[in-house]
């Protein structure tokens, strides 16, 4: 039996007592939820018991066990039972002695949920203007203030579920809407279960209202406002970030945030609108002087809700979230980064390039004051992530799906064949570490396309005085995946005997050539600025696409030199501060070149150096992508 129909069948009766039993009935309710919050454990205890009973005793299908069965939830039920009479008992004395006359304002009501319930039979009974059934939002457009008159001055969004419990709560609810005040939302309870089923958390409040909170993650979560407490009736309102279960809207606000977004989930719609509501400058409150009744199914006494339809809140509207959360100030163009990259797990992350190249890139966001969370490919999906302002993707093999609620950025700095059309038309911005596939790529997606070079940490990579154990005269740092590096086999071919420090050469050169599998990223500036020469070369797909290997940005910045395999790219972007060569036959000569050290080659050297300074390091990489997010409109979606 729900509150409405507890109240309705018991209100005579309990009003003529109501006065007799209001003294002691509101001393218990003034103790009750110390004892309440005591008892929660030992409610879940309980229903395990219940259930426990249930598999041994309903399982003897004789008329004993199932007497036995009924009588051991008779016992179990005692302590519900009365925590439920109680609740009953003040709650129906504290309504009989609020009344308010009805609104004289216009209403309409959009019911959101499955096709029956509790609120349908509510929402029939209401002084509603017109009625809206949006019992699957999601086949259809988005739904607002166009499915109602536009004479209405308030639209009531309601769950099915919901179950107002007093005749005036309409009243209660518009009253609440002045000013500021765009939206009001009453205390939700927690339904009144069967006798035998009842528990100590019976008719105890849901929620008076949600709080943005950020959690131990870092993402922003919803906690219920004194979720747990005996219902006690107050003449007042209190500010909220948002509502579950029944919201009544101010028309105007509604119109100006969009309406409500056509999520399945009611509790997701609308606290997807509350956020929107806020962002436009309007205020929600808790009327705690008015009830509703929850019966959707929801873990015991919670006090932060975490579920399906907060991930769904967060992944439309995760930034205003979390900045309301965070208490950031209006005006503040501090922006939030999330950085994914291709590494499948932080366990791998650190034997990855883009590991590092994303690391460099976040202390650079950071240095020019904003703040950057690396993430791995398993955490993508984190609400953490998806709740920052701007998810770059470091665009690997395979693609990551955006969220609507922030800026969605793709960085193709390797493995241009994987890329799809559809991912870049899916995007706000597309970055490309190539001229050549930038030009591809425009012709083909509407998404606006930039060049975006790969570049250094000038901070880390520095030069540093040689190490004996990195003297080589030539050397490579490169690993195989399964097949050899035409550099290295071009160089062995040449006569040269390049010391290899990489993973699987073991089957292809030498093993006197491998001098280690794995260089460390904070070691690699010492190892550039050590050997005589170091060779580079590019993977087929980048090297036919035109994509410089971020190896020449560090290598020229440690003060290296360097021969690569040959990119047109690589002699104008660094001034001839690279060697490269086309075949075999002339690697040896160029290797030679670049092992002179005469003044015309140091000044090549620093010349080279001085250009990747300038033009390729992270901080001016930053620079860039604010430029380019401003010049895209992309900025006046993030900062409020």
Known sequence: MGYSAAVSSSWDRERARGELDRRRVESRARDLPSRTRLASPVGRLLVGAVRASKRLLGGLRSPIGSRLHAAVQVVLALPGRRARRQREVALTAQLARSRRDPTTRSVACVLHGPTEGPGHEIARRSAFSSLVFASNPTADPPYGPETTSRSDDLVCVMSSSTEPI?????????????????????TMLRPLRSR??????????????????????????????????????????????????????????????????????PDAAIGDLCARL??????????????????????????????????????????????????????????????????????????????????????????????????????????????????????GRQPVRRSLGQCHVLWIISHPDTVEIAECDRADLVLVASERFANHLRERTSTPVEVFLQATDQHRFRPLPPARQYAHAVAVVAKTRDQPRPIVMDAIASGLRPAIYGTGWDAFVDPALIMGPYVANEDLPLVYSSVGVLLNDHWPAMRDWGFVSNRLFDALACGASVVS????????????????????????????????????????????????????????????????????????????
């Open 278 to 395: 806020e962002a436009g400058g309007g205020k929600i409150v808790a009327v705690r002087s008015t009830f509703a009744i929850d019966h959707a199914t929801r873990p015991a006494m919670p006090e932060v809700i975490i579920h399906r339809d907060w991930r769904a809140v967060v992944e439309r509207q995760g930034p205003t979230l979390w900045r309301r959360a965070a208490g950031v100030p209006v005006g503040d163009d501090r922006l939030r980064f999330a950085i994914t990259i291709a590494a499948p797990s932080a366990k791998l992350a650190p034997r990855w390039g883009d590991w590092h190249l994303a690391g460099g890139l976040a202390r650079a966001l950071e240095r020019a004051g904003h703040s950057a969370r690396v993430q791995t490919l398993d955490r993508a999906d984190d609400l953490a992530g998806r709740s920052c302002d701007v998810h770059l993707v470091l665009r």
């Open 565 to 640: 395999d040959h990119l047109p790219e690589i002699g104008p972007l660094f001034a001839g501060a690279v060697w490269t060569y086309e075949d075999r036959t002339d690697l040896r000569e160029r290797v030679d070149e670049a092992s002179r050290r005469g003044v015309d080659h140091q000044h090549l050297i620093a010349r080279g150096r001085e250009l990747v300074l300038t033009r390729h390091t992270f901080d001016v990489r930053v620079e860039e992508i604010g430029d380019l997010l401003a010049r895209h409109g992309l900025l006046a979606g993030m900062l409020p």
């Open 196 to 265: 035998l089923r009842s528990t100590p958390a019976d008719g105890s409040v849901l929620t008076a209202g949600i709080d943005i909170v950020i959690d131990e993650t870092g993402a922003p979560a919803a906690r219920a406002r004194d979720a747990g407490r005996s219902p006690h009736l107050e003449q007042r309102t209190e500010d909220v970030a948002a509502a579950t279960g029944c919201l009544l809207v101010d028309r105007r606000a509604l119109e100006r945030a969009g309406g409500l977004a056509p999520l399945a989930a």
């Open 166 to 186: 007093s005749d005036d709560w309409l009243a209660a609810l518009a009253d609440a809407i002045v000013g500021d005040v765009v939206a009001a939302t009453p």
